[in-house]
């Protein structure tokens, strides 16, 4: 059977998407309800890296282990490859996760009474881990542009003012835009004017689809290299998010070491016993399954947004450029968020993310996970459909 077509029980397996719904939504029994919301794959990893995780268990030991420099070297040719991106082995600095990653950045490089800029609608932990480190947070929210979202350049510049790092979230989650080289460009360029440092969020990199390019920010900084950290993973790429994995690209030797000095002392910079053998056969072997997945997500995209657009008037979807995400727009048929959400829940069965949860320029959308086989999002979308037409 076709790898991506195979129906698995995620339920017994600690799965936060399949088993903690009672909990994320307020409901006593989500035995029923179908979940698309956490952003990762009902897909089982690619064979090399299993095989690879297999091969680990013997021996059945499983003391402390190191980071080999194949690991780096694995990842540099992946992204000369897939991105035209060269980047030296010493500027990477390997993480337990791309959200640590990012609370670690924050933490060294921001002191208590800073502010951190955000461009909502984005990623929840943009802004919760700012506000969890005790700094504040300032938001310049996404415009609407002939159905795309486009960064409000004067805002921008003006809460760049009192900012001292942005979070750039490249692709962007939820909306999968593909940033432009001159739109990275412009925010490299006003970022250098008023001395602001860069965390671009690259996780979603890989999932970029037919007739798209991703532009790494690092490609278009020039001089100003230095001021970006790059945070990197395989596991949203290669679905292996339990393997908690993930990479810093510094270039600037000096932010680099108080990186490395701060990842030491609280035990951050170090990975599982797991986490090195599946990041290097992903990306050394990964690339046949990576390039199949995308054709699948291709096929789902267009099902999605054709199906729901059509059997459900009123709502709009967004082609995203990248990510396995739908971001869909129901603002025209008139529902609260509560009861958008009630509907689904009650009536279809099925758990999407609300817009809110990406701040208020969110609200009146829903993100919805169609990184499934066909039968799970055939049925999922006749779900959604049944709650809002």
């Known amino acids: 059977m076709n790898l991506f077509e195979q129906v698995h029980d995620r339920r017994k397996t600690r799965s936060v998407k399949w088993e903690r719904m009672e909990k994320v939504y307020g409901i006593d029994d989500a035995s029923g309800i179908l979940p698309m919301w956490v952003a990762d794959m009902d897909f089982p990893a690619p064979p090399p890296v299993t095989d690879a995780l297999r091969e680990r268990l013997e021996?059945?030991?499983?003391?402390y282990s190191y980071i080999c420099e194949e690991c780096k070297t694995a990842a540099a040719h992946w992204l000369e490859k897939r991105h035209g991106l060269t980047v030296e082995?010493?500027?990477?600095?390997?993480?337990?996760?791309?959200?640590?990653?990012?609370?670690?950045?924050?933490?060294?490089?921001?002191e208590s009474g800073d502010h951190v800029l955000v461009t909502p609608p984005v990623y929840p932990p943009f802004f919760s881990i700012p506000k969890n480190l005790g700094r504040g947070v300032l938001y310049s929210e996404l415009t609407e542009q002939d159905g795309e979202y486009a960064i409000d350049w004067v805002d921008f510049e003006a809460k760049l003012e009192k900012a001292r790092l942005f979070i750039l979230c490249n692709p962007h989650n939820p909306?999968?835009?593909l940033w432009t080289p001159a739109e990275l460009e412009n925010i490299v360029q006003l970022c250098a004017r008023h001395d602001v440092l860069i965390l671009s969020d690259e996780i979603h990199s890989d999932l970029i689809h037919t007739g798209e390019t991703h532009t790494p920010l690092l490609s278009v900084a020039g001089s100003e290299q230095d001021r970006i950290f790059t945070c990197i993973a395989p596991t949203k790429?290669?679905?292996l998010a339990g393997i908690q994995a993930a990479m810093i690209v510094a270039s600037d030797p000096d932010r680099r070491l108080r990186l490395e000095q701060h990842m030491q002392a609280h035990g951050t910079g170090s990975l599982n016993a797991f986490a090195p053998v599946a990041w290097k056969a992903a990306y050394e072997q990964g690339e046949p399954w990576l390039n199949e997945l995308l054709e699948v997500l291709a096929h789902h995209i267009d099902?999605?947004?054709e199906r729901l657009e059509r059997e459900a008037p009123g709502l709009k979807v967004r082609k995203p450029q990248s990510t396995y995400l739908l971001w869909i727009d129901y603002r025209a048929l008139g529902f609260t968020e509560e009861e958008v959400m009630k509907r689904l829940l009650e009536i279809g069965k099925v758990a999407l993310e609300p817009g809110s949860k990406y701040r208020e320029a969110g609200r009146g959308f829903l993100r919805m996970n169609i990184a499934c086989p066909t039968q799970t999002l055939e049925d999922g979308v006749g779900r959604v459909v049944r709650s809002l037409r």
């Open 59 to 63: 021996p059945p030991i499983f003391g």
């Open 237 to 239: 790429t290669f679905n």
């Open 89 to 110: 082995t010493e500027w990477m600095l390997f993480h337990q996760g791309v959200i640590p990653a990012m609370a670690s950045i924050i933490d060294v490089f921001t």
């Open 303 to 305: 099902y999605g947004v």
């Open 175 to 177: 909306g999968g835009k």
